[in-house]
């Protein structure tokens, strides 16, 4: 089963930028379509972009034209760079497939958007 180990969250204040990193186990990672999940307290963990195996990406509207989200398949390694950041962002944000594969949740990355 593939693992999870998201990077690069910490505190940022509004409009600025982060970049974050998923890295996966295992040789199939070229093939799955994975995405970036975020849960702030008291909410519901909720896929906000995606990205096929082929590199196909989407979004939820929130987001775009300020998040993209990327892979490098020879890294076995998911980005996701979030520019013009806002505080309803702030949140912990996790990697997983697409759909989740719900054994296998990393510890996630915490961003913090505050001025």
């Known amino acids: 089963q593939v693992q999870f180990v998201e990077s690069g969250g910490g505190l940022v204040q509004p409009g600025g930028s982060l970049r974050l990193s998923c890295t996966v186990s295992g040789s199939i990672f070229r093939i799955l379509d994975m995405g970036w999940y975020r849960q702030a307290p008291g909410k519901q963990r909720d896929l906000v972009a995606r990205?096929?195996?082929?590199?196909?990406?989407n979004y939820v509207e929130s987001m775009k034209g300020r998040f993209t989200i990327s892979r490098d398949n020879s890294k076995n390694t998911m980005y996701l760079q979030m520019n013009s950041l806002k505080p309803e962002d702030t949140a912990v944000y996790y990697c997983n497939r697409d759909p989740p594969v719900f054994g296998s949740w990393g510890q996630g990355t915490q961003i913090t958007v505050s001025s």
């Open positions: 990205i096929s195996g082929g590199g196909r990406t």
